[in-house]
């Protein structure tokens, strides 16, 4: 079946560093990614709508220029958390559809010392 | 998006029959009804997908009722390795390669006893 891989599975950065997280579609192309964030004991909550050759969809209350969103390639989405601080640790998840069914990668771990 | 509801958690011996019930009274003629799993620190991973009356594949069985206003998650007996967060998901499906969006409820928490 279909795979959404994510890369790192977990990262530990410096409070006022930036982290890179990138999630692929291994065997189809998605024109269309999600973003989530999940903290502890909660279920995802979806961060933004990542559009391949433009601008990302943000949820509410999700800040665009914190969270860099960029969809360069139909199989490519990577999501920059800028100037990070502690409350930004949390687990972050990508998804992708193919045809009926959504994938998930396998979610990136992100603390903030 | 179809709100949904489910019961926060449950608790099962290795062996029996799990059912979670999932309401969507708001549910639209479009959307269909998913399930998906979660383990501590992993994606979601797909279940199992249906539209009416009853899907079954080699993991799980999914009823749904006529009026589609919930649906019935059936795991036959479970294991402990059936312990994890399940969501009940419900939104249109295109056909192709779109935006379906996915909204997750808070979804039940599954806990398989030995």
């Known amino acids: 079946g279909a795979v959404v891989s994510q890369h790192p599975s977990r990262v530990i950065c410096k409070s006022g560093t930036s982290v890179k997280i990138e999630c692929r579609s291994l065997?189809?192309?998605?024109?269309?990614m999600f973003w989530y964030r999940q903290f502890p004991k909660q279920s995802l909550m979806l961060m933004a709508t990542s559009n391949e050759g433009s601008k990302a969809t943000y949820e509410q209350g999700v800040e665009k220029d914190k969270f860099l969103i960029n969809h360069a390639s139909l199989t490519l989405s990577t999501l920059t958390v800028t100037s990070a601080h502690p409350e930004d640790s949390s687990f972050y998840i990508c998804s992708a559809r193919s045809y009926t069914e959504a994938f998930f990668g396998q979610g990136t771990r992100l603390t903030v010392v | 998006l179809a709100k949904t509801t489910q019961p926060i958690s449950m608790d099962s011996y290795e062996g029996q029959e799990v059912n979670i019930t999932c309401s969507h009274n708001n549910i639209a003629t479009n959307d269909y009804i998913t399930w998906y799993q979660q383990f501590p620190s992993q994606g979601p991973r797909f279940i199992i997908q249906?539209?009416?009356t009853k899907v079954t594949n080699e993991v799980a069985s999914l009823f749904i009722p006529a009026d589609r206003k919930s649906s019935t998650l059936s795991l036959p007996r479970v294991s402990l390795s059936d312990t994890a967060v399940y969501y009940c998901?419900?939104?249109?499906?295109?056909?192709?390669?779109?935006?379906?969006?996915?909204?997750f409820g808070k979804g039940t928490k599954l806990s398989v006893i030995p």
């Open positions: 065997d189809f192309q998605a024109t269309t």
């Open positions: 998901l419900v939104g249109e499906v295109d056909s192709g390669a779109g935006s379906y969006q996915l909204t």
């Open positions: 249906g539209y009416k």
